[in-house]
Structures are given as structure tokens and as C-alpha cells.
């Protein structure tokens, strides 16, 4: 430790501190622009400038390093001289934009310019001016005149992101941020620069001039999204939510948060909306009150029960559900004697591990990792915030491995690929436990096959301190999870690594807890969207987009009975429901979600819930009242929360991801084509797929692509533009096709969660592909 004399005040800090972490600690302000605690140093802005005793001029606090006895001065006369003169300099061209500017009443330059800044400007020359630039639907460049250089955007895409989109062009007062040869940006953890922006030169393209900041409430909330759990802000106007911006919390998502969950708020204004109740009579949608609409479903549940069973009945429910709507939606379903409840729309294999399946470590480790395998994950576009905690880890040192289909940019150096075909990866993580058995001087649990690839990931995964083993959204999806599964606990024990799963939706992990998956025996997902059911109960679910086998599922629901969806979105199950209910979204009814880590966090609604609707733990408190349903007397949502949970403090107790002791010959490989199919980052769930924006964005707007490996593309003699017809089993469809090398001999990648791809079978599977 350095200790340093600050404004009379000693200060201890770390050795290699700079001036201004010193002052942090010290809880001692010193302006600045450039400067950001999560960014390098760049000493651009020179606004920190502060009096170091000694020193024949100002220093900047950012990046001076301190010494030991060091004395600083950050209000004295000749530092406050020296930040006034700089202030003077930002403010010669920087236009008089405040009372139209965005930024204005959350400006750093506005709040320091009332400090620092004279009342006048000595400044006579003409100003310059930046032309606009279009760098995609989501950041505003309109105003680049306002820009400082400070260049924290181009730091944040480089450091943060892992993508230099923009950078700085020209020198002296010609400098412009720009992107590169006119290209967007389209990275997914993009609408950060608008976070970092100090001044207002980059702004939120949708919410440009729809309000000033003083005329928002601000209400904590947490993203629907995927298993960060990321805490929000979610600013309101008139009962409307207008913009969303990131709570700090450094053990979830620190500063920051991803797209889709900044703008998906587009989607709680849209026009498809389901506002009132609506059952369907002779083909024709009819409107009607809750009163009819839920007395309706009451009376068609208990018909089915009394002339089906209750066997013939089920529910599912989807993983962006908050726990106390799931648990009610489970309790539903057995109080009527069925055990046919589930919320794994996507999986194939659906044996159950001994307790809820999670990360396995915390989320603010993945930044300390030394060594991470990371299997069957899209991992940029599936979990946008923990690659960006891994590419932390990376620029540390961190070994990142790989085992996938593709070979995907993760947006960081990966030190060992195995790309193999689906069918194949439960064999070749077999391979790597071969390598690790042999050094270790055990029995493998598998037989293995010699192969460089896997022995590389073998030895990096045997070194290190820090080590994880990480199965994506692919992995828990895949035919053989259970094989994956097991294999990793095995090599977990025998590396000294922790083993876990990155997890799909906001609440994967709290509905496991809750209980909405078969306990006794019931029909799983898979079974109720591959057969006619007499009567079932879909909340927050689009079946066909969010199936494992959309081609079934299509078939199943246009067979099944009653099918009652509560939805938000009245487009969402309008071609096979036969009633409507409209429920809240997160933003207007409070709930929990259980994230990646286990971790419980709720809140409340922000809005008051639009038109009709209400929240869907409501509705299921009324239906099961209508149903003779014991149980279903709770007033509050945190009633709900506590019969759900219990007692929280053990809620750690409740995940596991271990496995029956899995020692077994593998399956022999089917040979021929295996589909691998991608869930697109804008297509996961109904608020997504409605954000208008972000349909607009670099990786929505373009139709979803057959890729091919290039043997594949060779021996179909396909050139660019070439499209293809698809097939599984009767289930085809004519797609584009895209050469990509880095696909694994073999497979074939074709996107899911989509409705050009909505006619296909299964997302893991034998499939055929013909010149169209």
C-alpha cells in the first residue's frame, strides 16, 4: 500500500493507483470526462487536472500514478485555474444544444460547465461542424458537433464489447468518432456507448425526443430476458415506459446491460397488444369480459376433466414467467390431479438432475476465471453479459475452450476449438476425459478417440487455479444433456473445476425450484407438444417459436381441445388458442425471477397494467378459485413469493447440478446431416420479437440462412445467393443458403424461434439438404 497526503486528508491505496482512485477511495470528487472506472486510461479530456506538490505544472488525476508521500491538492487555486481553462477549451465548440439536447439535465459537460465554466465566451470564431452519421437503428449520431473526444465509446467497443466499431479519424479540430468505412454498429452490448457518452453526441435512437429526463420517474426493475437477471431503471411518462437504463449492481451485471434489454420496452407499447379477453366462437374472435372469459375456461376444463381425466390435461409455461405466476400455474394443474406442467418448450432430453440446475459458481467469478470450457453455446448472442465477464477473464490471461458446431466470433481469443457435429459431442467430450484419465491415472468413463483437439483442451483444462465448465443453451437442449451433463461432472471432479449451465430465459433456475416440470410422472414438454391434449394452458408461451420440434408442436395444438393461452400479445397463439387472456408483462405486475447464480431477485410493476389486462398470478388465483382448487386464497404477489420459496435462505440448498454417477458406452454416431439450430438473439421470447428497433438491427433484419460446411456447399455446387430446401422428415423449407468454414463437417446451421423456420423439426436431428 502507497499512502498520499489528498487535501490535507491521508489517503491509502494500492500500489499503482492512480491520483484518481486515490480520490474514489477518499470519497473526494475530481471532474472529469474521459476517465471510467470499468475503462482504460486515456487522458484525453485533461478535465481532472489537479496540483501535485513538486510538479512543475498540473497533472491529470487519472494518470498520474501515486507515490509514496505524494502530495495533491485538488481544490486549490492553481488546479481549479487549470480545470476552469479546460472547461473553456471543451466549450469553444461544443453548441449551445442544451435546451433541445437529450442528454440535458444528465449531462456531465452541462453539470461541470455550471462549476468550471465562465458566464461568456471569448471564443469569436465560427464554431465547427461534425455531419451526422447513420450507424444503424439503435444510436443516435445526429449530433456529433457535440462530441468531446473523449473517446469512451471507442474505448467500451475495444475493452467491454471485444469489437472496435468506432474510432477516431483526422486530427486537431477535423477529429471525428466515426465507424469505419460506413458501417453500423452492431455489436449487442451497444447501447452502453450511449451510457458512457459524457456529453449528448450519442443518444437513444428510439427514444430521441420523446421526453425530457426531469418529466421521468425512475423505478427498479429486473430484465425478462436471459439468466443475468440484470437490474434496470425503467423510466416512466404518463403511465407509459419510455426508456430503460442499467442499475449498477457489480455482482450481476455491474454497469452495464445488453440490447435487448434496453430497447425490447418498445414491445410493451405495441399495437398487438392484448388489451381485453377474447374467445373464439364459429372461427371468429369475439371480445368479452373476464367474468364470461374466465368462466368459460372454468367450465371447459371441467368437462375435459369429467369426460377425459385429468391425465388428459396439462400446461406449459415459459421461462421468462416469474416464480410466483409458474408456481400458481403448477398448482393449478395438480389440483386438477394432473402432473402434466412444464416449462422446458425447447429441450429433447428431459432427465432430471438431482435439484435445480444452475451456473454453478457466482456470476462475478466468471471475470476471475483462469480456465473456462465453455459447451454447445452460442455465447455472444445467447448471453451477451456473461461473455462479456468471460472476455474479461480472456484479457487476463484466461484460456477460453471451446466445444461446439461452429466456430463462432465470441469476440475474444480462444485458445482450443473442438468443432464437431451435435451427434458427435457427447463422444468428443468422452475424448477430452480420455486425456484427463490417462494423466490422472483413472478409468475413463467413456471410451475415447486420440485427437489433438481434445487433448489440448485436456491439458489447458488440467492447469490453471480458476477453473469452469460451462454448458450453453445448445447443451441443455441437445438429445444427449444428460451424457453432456455427466460427462462434465466427471471432468469437474477430476480438474478441480466448477460445472454448470449458462441457462435459457430469466427464470430457468426459479422454475425448477417452483416445481413446474413433471415430479410424479407426468407428460413433459416434448410429449404434450408432440400429441393432441384435450385441454391445455399456455402462459407467456408462443408454442411453435419456442418448440424444440415447431413442425409437432403446429400439429399437436391444431388437434388439441380447449387451448388457453395467457399472453400479453394477441398475435402470439391466435391461430391455435381458443381463448385469450390478457396478462401484464414484467414492467406492469411484480414477481421474481431466479437467476443464473440462484439468486432471488423481485420487484414491482412500474406502469399500471394497459387496457384490460392483468397479472397473470391473478388470473390463475381466480381460475383455480372457479375450479374448486384449494389453496388459492392469496392476496399479495409476496404471499405468492413466500408459500413458493419458502424459506429463501435455503434456496442455495435447492441446485445441483449433479447426476446419477454416469459411467456408460456411448451410442453409435448416426451417420449423414445434423441440424444445430441457434436461437437469434432477437427471437427468444414475445417482447423481443415486437421491439421494433431491434427487428431492425444488423442481426434481426436479415431472413434467417441455411449455413453449410464447405464440403456440404461444394458437393451441392452452390454459389452465393443459392437457396436450398431443407428437410426433416415431412417438415421442409426453402432457405437461403451461406458458405461458413467454420461450421463443423457434418452439420448444418438452421436457425429456430423463427417463423421462416417455423414449418422445420426438430433443432437437433438428421437433416437433408437439396439444391432448391
Known sequence: MVEIELDGKKVSVVEGSMVMHAADAAGTYIPHFCYHKKLSIAANCRMCLVEVEKAPKPMPACATPVTQGMVVRTKSDKAIKAQQSVMEFLLINHPLDCPICDQGGECQLQDLAVGYGASASRYQEEKRVVFHKNIGPLISMEEMSRCIHCTRCVRFGQEVAGIMELGMQHRGEHSEITTFVGRSVDSELSGNMIDVCPVGALTSKPFRYSARTWELSRRKSVSPHDSTGSNLVVQVKNHQVMRVLPLENEDVNECWIADRDRFSYEALNSPSRLTQPMIKQGGQWQTVDWNTALGYVADGLKRVKAEFGAESMGALGSVHSTVEELHLLAKLVRGLGSDNIDHRLRHADFTAGEGAQWLGTSIASLSKLDRVLVIGSFLRKDHPLFAQRIRQAARHGARVLSLSATADDW???????????????????????????????????????????????????????????????????????????????????????????????ANRVGAQIVGAQPL?????????????????????????????????????????????????????????????????????????????????????????????????????????????????????????????????????????????????????????????????????????????????????RTAPVASLPKALWDQLGLAEGARVRVSQGDAWAILPARLDAGLATGAVRVPAGHPDTAALGPMFGAIAVEKA
Open 520 to 700: 410424479n410422472g407426468g407428460l413433459n414438454a416434448g410429449q404434450m407438444l408432440s400429441q393432441p391434449m384435450k385441454a391445455l394452458l399456455l402462459l407467456n408461451v408462443e408454442p411453435v417459436l419456442d418448440a424444440a420440434n415447431a413442425a409437432a408442436a403446429k400439429t399437436a395444438l391444431q388437434g388439441s381441445g380447449l387451448v388457453v393461452a395467457l399472453t400479453p400479445f394477441k398475435d402470439a397463439a391466435v391461430d391455435n388458442a381458443d381463448v385469450l387472456l390478457p396478462i401484464a408483462p414484467f414492467s406492469e405486475t411484480g414477481g421474481s425471477f431466479v437467476n443464473a447464480e440462484g439468486r432471488l431477485q423481485s420487484f414491482h410493476g412500474v406502469v399500471r397494467s394497459l387496457g384490460d389486462s392483468r397479472p397473470a398470478w391473478k388470473v390463475l388465483r381466480v381460475l383455480g378459485n372457479l375450479l374448486g382448487v384449494a389453496g388459492f386464497g392469496q392476496e399479495s404477489v409476496e404471499e405468492v413469493r413466500a408459500e413458493a420459496l419458502g424459506d429463501v435462505a435455503s434456496l442455495r440448498d435447492r441446485l445441483s447440478n449433479r447426476t446419477a454417477a454416469w459411467v456408460q458406452p456411448l451410442a453409435a454416431l448416426p451417420g449423414g446431416l445434423h441440424r444445430v439450430a441457434d436461437v437469434p438473439i432477437y427471437c427468444t421470447d414475445g417482447l423481443v420479437r415486437r421491439a421494433v428497433s431491434l427487428q431492425l438491427t444488423a442481426d434481426a
Open 411 to 505: 469476440a475474444m481469443p480462444v485458445a482450443a476449438r473442438i468443432t464437431v457435429a451435435p451427434a458427435e459431442w457427447a463422444q468428443a467430450l468422452a475424448d477430452v476425459a480420455g486425456y484427463v484419465a490417462s494423466a490422472r491415472g483413472v478409468q475413463a468413463p467413456a471410451p475415447g478417440r486420440e485427437s489433438p483437439q481434445a487433448e489440448a483442451v485436456a491439458q489447458a483444462l488440467m492447469s490453471g487455479e480458476r477453473r469452469a465448465i460451462l454448458l450453453g443453451n445448445a447443451a441443455a437442449q441437445h438429445p444427449e444433456a444428460s451424457a453432456l451433463l455427466g460427462l462434465a461432472n466427471w471432468l469437474g471432479e477430476q480438474t478441480g473445476a466448477t460445472v454448470g449451465f449458462l441457462t435459457d430465459g
